[in-house]
């Protein structure tokens, strides 16, 4: 999903795709949608920071904390 929201190759999973240009403030806004429409979650004002999102194990612990509620 990050790869196709991104239009990306499928990034390693500990790829900082920040640090690689990867993802932009576009592609941000993008993947943050993606994200609460794929697992249905809502990503909070207070959640948009870069290192929630910045490689593909920290967004999988992210979206993984929001869905269990921690």
Do not use: W
Request: net charge negative; proline share 1%; aromatic share 8%.
């Amino acid at each position: 999903m990050i790869a196709d929201t991104l239009m990306i190759d499928a990034p390693a999973d500990d790829l900082d795709i920040v640090e690689a240009g990867l993802l932009d403030s576009a592609g941000f806004m993008d993947l943050f949608l993606a994200l609460e429409n794929a697992f249905l979650i809502q990503v909070d004002e207070a959640d948009l920071v870069l290192d929630n999102f910045r490689c593909v194990t920290h967004i999988a612990r992210y979206v993984h904390r929001k869905r269990s509620g921690t």
